[in-house]
Structure formats: structure tokens, C-alpha cells
């Protein structure tokens, strides 16, 4: 059923639900939040359609009609980086005409609205009667995802502020003071799978936790609140991220990090029990070493009540970041020091403590854990396959044996964050036009070549001895997996591409020499008379008998596969020295995996090559045949 987004903090105005703002009119595709490839609000009030007045009884129920109460079942994918099965969504309608509008007294609303990202069997207080109140958490368990319903207008793009107080504790699971609040703003990395977090600590001050490079959405939200970002707190030395402390310290802001970090740009060093007072909250640095040996989480507290505890690598929904990153050696010790930290530093906070981790779902830092971006302390005690046991071998034996393969860029960034990245601002680089001739003697010099334009374009045609590597939320992190960071990169885009997007995303993981694209694309190419290769693609459902090479992660591979192909990970393809000779189709979850590893290949010499489009589960239902499994 189509839905029409309406923002939080609406009002009626001429029988309708109108924004506030005009600014803030909201048409069909209007990007506010990312989720699994399709742009929905889960934060936000959604319009059903024609719901049954409550208060009307002229008329008989139509079947079309939406019931309070009543679930709508939406089907979407979660995006986490790589790909993943398309999961039911459920819809509840929370409320209809005649029932009380939600921010504005005395008012009642014209429309039947629902709160996307519920999940029916959960039924909160009351909620099937009314909407939900500011700031209800509701937890989705079908899709693991913590989601906080809010009415504020200052919910925005891939962001979600919370109000943490005493009057939400209830239902957010947060004790405190009578009148103590703490205002939560998350920002989501869908490609990297990491979230930072804007805090509004004192009046017009704010803490940003875990920065991304990009300093403008930090600096955006907390002007749209008029807060001055004061303080910017690392939990650890970043492996998968170049991190926007230094940015934000150019900007003012106090940088707070572990005195065993070492950081070689001027912070404010902390160690275990410090503690900063920010002018209204405070914040209690916690030694919880593990996922890097110099981790810290930051408690907040107001007076001696815990806010929060924002927990970095050291406690995920559902389990903990990985302890491999720093030396085989060091393993074994950081994941039993991990196990002490949460034992003994984290799980001694009161359950209803709320926990904001950086890393989550589609992080190559984190062990596989649920989907959720936040939890509690009572929650992962409960229900965490971590910490089943107390046993400190069983949790390492666990731990070690969920980890998989990293990007190899993460070997490096440790110490670009604590070196201090180069400096961009607000204004990051552009990507200079070159020509034809320009590339060539690029390449000619030892430049990559990246193509980021859509699968298909690539396939039909394309520079030889490019790296197809679509432009998506996953594009860093096969960037950063595949390419040297000490080569000029040239790129290859459409006309209607994101550049700015790009830049950000090569940054973000590293990558400074940015030497241009090649203007005009690859029609400027072919006017030039200059050669180009294609590659074949076919759906996967209508695959025959042949050689099949599935690039997929290797927990993805061993959860089904198609019978007798053959597996290699797309990070360790340039390694593969066994593969078969002669015709080779590829495949991943979607098809654009495959055609990196295809493009992989080519540059291997490797001709004949077929890429397949969809994964293992459309070639199922197809050919009527059960998957494989390992």
C-alpha cells in the first residue's frame, strides 16, 4: 500500500495534517531516513490512507477501511553493507479521524496514521488506543531494531533525536532525577554500519561521541537546537572510520580520549573513573579495553544518576566488536580482557541504563550480533548470546569463533586517527575533470581506476582494467578493501551521480588523493576512439549447468549456497590462484559484488566471465532445488 510520509510536529490546518514549517513539506521519495534500500520514516507518522472514523457510525466498516490496531504488512531489505534477504515490516495504525492529535491540544486528526517500524506482536501500554507518546521506545523484534517513535521536528535525515528523562524512564527504560533530561541524537552510517551520537548536555552545549569525518551534520544539528558542540569524546582509536575529532576540535570543541590513545594532536587525556563536568551532565570515563586496548565508555550522569553509557566497541546488541585488530598475538588476551570489562565495568550499571554503541549491524568490527542501534544494560544481560555463560572461556570460545575477514584498510587508520587526519573542513574536496588523455597518463603512472557507475552500465561497457565498485552505502568499505591507499584514483560516473557523496565516502576510510573522473564519462571515452570491454549478465533464477563462483562472505556462503559452487570472499580474489580455467558465472547476494569480483578478475586476465543477478535464494524458487549448506 503506498504510504505518504507526514513529519513529526505536524499540525491540522484546513482538515489536513500540515508541516509547521513549509520547508518541511514532504512529497513522495523525499529522503529522510535510509533503510535497506528504500526511504522510509520509522520515527515519523505515516498516512494509510482512509482509516475508520472512531466516532462515526452512520456507515458500515468497508473492507478497504484501516482499523485502529490493525497491521499492514510492508516488505523491505535491511541494509547493512552487504546483502541481506528481503524481511516483513509491519505497520500498526495507531490512530485515525476523531482521535486527539498528538503535539497539538484540543485538536483531533483528519487521517488515519500509523508508526512504522512496529512490530505487531508487540504491544506497548495502551497502544493500540492512542499514538505514541513522545519519545516511546518501541522495540522491533522481527528486524532487531530498537526504534524511538518521537513528535519532535528536529528528526532528520538518517538521524533520530531522543529525549532521555525521567518522565520516558517508563518506557525508555532510563532512571533519573524528577526533571533530569539528556537529548540523544543519533547519526547512522548505513555503509559502515556505525553510529555517533550528539548530545545536548547543558543549555546550548553539546557532546558528539565517535565523530565521522564529515563534520556538516554535527555542525547542521546542533545548530538547528542552537548548541555549540563543545566536547567531542573518543572511545577508541578507530580502525574503521577516519574519525572527526580533530575536525570538530578546529571548530571549538574539547576533545576527550584515553590517555593511552597517545593522540598526537591536543585533547584532553583521560583514564579510568575521570571524570568532566559539562556544565550541566557529566561524564565518568570507564577503562573497558577489549576491542582496542586503550578503550574507554563514557557514563553520563546527572548528579549520580546514569543517563547513559556510551559503550564503542565494548557492548553491541547482542555482543561485542572483535579483539583481532591490533596483533594475532594480542586476540586471546584483548577478548578476555572484553570479557572482564563488561562483567565487571558495564554489567554493574542498573539494567534500565540505556547503552549507545558505535559499532552495530553491517559493521566489519562487530562479532555477528542483532540488528538493534540501541539497547540497555538489563536487556543484553538478559538476552544477549554473549553472555550466556559467565564463564570467561566459553565467552572467549564464542567470541573468537564468530569472527570473520576485516577490510585491510582497517590495519592502517588506527594510526592515521591518532596521528590526526588531514584537515578538509566544511568544504571537502571536489573531483578535478580530466580527459581522455589525462586518465591514460594517469594510469599510465600507476593511478587506479574506479568505475562507481550502476552494474549495468558497467557491463555494457567500460574502461579496460577498471575496478567496478557501484556507488552505494557499501562503496567505503570495498574501497578501502580492495585499493591501495597510496595511488592517485580516477573514477568513472554517470551524469546524475552523487560526486559530493563519493568524496565523502573515499575520506571517511581514508583516501586523499583523489585525482578526478573522467568528464563526459565513459561516452567521452568511446567519442575518443579508445578501447572498452563488457561483461556479460544474466538473472540468476534462469542459471544452467556451468562453473559457479559465489564471493559472498563466507557466514554467508555456509547459510545456503547453490549446489557445487565453488567460493572464494571478494577481499581474497586477487589471491585465488586455483580457480578453473574457461567460462565463469559470479554471483553474490545481488550482483554488484559480483561484478567487482568480475571486474577483479578481468584485470586477472580472466575472459569469458558472466555475472549473475540476484542470490542463492531467487535461484531456489527458480530451479524448485534446496540450497546447499555448510
Not at 587526519?421 to 574536496?429: A, K, N, Q, V
Not at 583516501?511 to 571515452?525: C, D, P, S, T, V
Request: charged share 25%.
Amino acid at each position: 500500500m503506498a504510504c505518504r510520509v507526514l513529519l513529526g510536529g505536524t499540525h491540522v490546518e484546513d482538515g489536513r495534517l500540515a508541516p509547521l514549517d513549509p520547508e518541511q513539506e514532504v512529497v513522495s521519495g523525499h529522503r529522510l531516513q535510509f533503510v535497506a534500500g528504500l526511504e522510509v520514516v520509522p520515527d515519523h507518522l505515516l498516512d494509510l490512507g482512509q482509516a475508520c472514523p472512531p466516532q462515526v457510525s452512520e456507515r458500515e466498516v468497508e473492507p478497504a477501511d484501516l482499523l485502529v490496531g490493525q497491521p499492514v504488512e510492508h516488505l523491505h531489505a535491511l541494509s547493512t553493507g552487504l546483502d541481506q534477504a528481503r524481511l516483513p515490516e509491519h505497520l500498526e495504525v495507531r490512530g485515525g479521524v476523531g482521535h486527539p492529535h498528538p503535539t497539538r491540544l484540543g485538536e483531533s486528526l483528519h487521517g488515519p496514521l500509523a508508526l512504522a517500524e512496529q512490530v505487531q506482536q508487540l504491544d506497548p501500554p495502551g497502544a493500540r488506543h492512542r499514538l505514541a507518546e513522545a519519545c516511546e521506545l518501541l522495540e522491533e523484534r522481527l528486524l532487531h531494531l530498537a526504534t524511538a517513535h518521537l513528535t519532535s521536528p528536529f528528526v532528520s535525515s538518517n538521524n533520530l533525536w531522543m529525549n532521555l528523562s525521567h518522565e520516558a524512564s517508563s518506557r525508555q527504560g532510563v532512571e533519573g532525577p524528577e526533571g533530569s533530561v539528556a537529548k540523544v541524537r543519533a547519526f547512522v552510517d548505513e555503509g559502515l554500519g556505525n553510529s555517533s551520537y550528539l548530545v545536548e548536555v547543558a543549555e546550548g552545549r553539546a557532546l558528539v561521541v565517535d565523530p565521522s569525518r564529515d563534520l556538516l551534520p554535527y555542525l547542521r544539528a546542533a545548530a538547528a537546537r542552537n548548541l555549540e558542540i563543545a566536547w567531542v569524546a573518543e572511545t577508541h582509536l578507530h580502525a574503521d572510520f577516519v574519525s572527526g575529532a580533530r575536525e570538530l576540535a578546529r571548530e571549538g570543541a574539547t576533545v576527550l580520549a584515553a590517555r593511552e590513545a597517545g593522540l598526537a594532536f591536543p585533547h584532553d587525556p583521560l583514564g579510568d573513573g575521570d571524570e568532566v563536568d559539562l556544565g550541566g551532565l557529566r561524564v565518568r570515563a570507564l577503562a573497558t579495553p577489549g576491542h582496542t586496548p586503550e578503550h574507554l565508555s563514557y557514563l553520563l550522569l546527572d548528579g549520580r544518576a546514569p543517563v547513559g553509557v556510551f559503550t564503542g566497541g565494548a557492548l553491541l546488541p547482542g555482543g561485542a566488536a572483535r579483539t583481532d585488530l591490533i596483533a594475532p598475538e594480542e586476540t586471546e588476551p584483548l577478548a578476555r580482557a572484553l570479557h572482564r570489562s563488561i562483567r565487571e565495568r558495564l554489567l554493574t550499571l542498573p539494567d534500565d541504563t540505556p547503552v549507545y554503541p558505535t559499532h552495530g549491524a553491517g559493521s566489519f568490527c562487530s562479532a555477528p550480533a542483532g540488528g538493534e542501534r540501541v539497547t540497555t544494560i538489563g536487556r543484553e544481560r538478559e538476552t544477549s548470546p554473549l553472555l550466556r555463560s559467565s564463564d570467561e572461556g566459553s565467552f572467549v570460545r564464542d567470541l573468537l569463533g564468530s569472527f570473520g575477514t576485516y577490510p585491510i584498510y582497517f590495519k592502517r587508520l588506527r594510526e592515521v586517527n591518532r596521528r590526526g587526519p588531514m584537515l578538509h573542513g566544511t568544504e571537502p574536496p571536489s573531483l578535478a575533470a580530466l580527459t581522455p588523455d589525462d586518465v591514460r597518463r594517469l594510469l599510465a603512472d600507476g593511478a587506479e581506476l574506479v568505475d562507481a557507475r550502476p552494474i549495468g552500465d558497467f557491463a555494457a561497457g567500460h574502461v579496460p582494467g577498471a575496478l567496478s565498485i557501484e556507488l552505494r552505502p557499501a562503496f567505503a568499505s570495498w574501497l578501502g578493501w580492495l585499493v591501495p591507499d597510496d595511488r592517485p584514483l580516477v573514477f568513472v560516473l554517470n551524469a546524475d551521480q552523487d560526486r559530493a557523496e563519493l568524496v565523502r565516502q573515499c575520506l571517511k576510510v581514508g583516501y586523499e588523493r583523489l585525482a578526478g573522473e573522467l568528464a563526459g564519462g565513459i561516452e567521452a571515452w568511446r567519442a575518443a576512439g579508445l578501447p572498452e570491454t563488457r561483461i556479460g549478465i544474466d538473472e540468476i533464477a534462469s542459471k544452467g549447468d556451468g562453473v559457479v563462483l559465489d564471493v559472498r562472505q563466507a557466514s554467508e556462503f555456509a547459510s545456503g549456497h547453490l549446489p557445487g559452487a565453488l567460493h572464494v570472499e571478494l577481499g581474497s580474489l586477487k589471491r585465488a590462484n586455483d580457480l578453473p580455467s574457461g567460462p565463469l558465472a559470479v554471483m553474490c547476494g545481488h550482483g554488484e559484488r559480483a561484478m567487482t569480483a568480475a571486474s577483479v578478475l578481468e584485470r586477472m586476465g580472466r575472459r569469458d566471465l558472466m555475472v549473475l543477478l540476484g542470490g542463492p535464494g531467487d535461484w531456489s524458487k527458480g530451479a524448485g532445488r534446496p540450497l546447499e549448506r555448510a
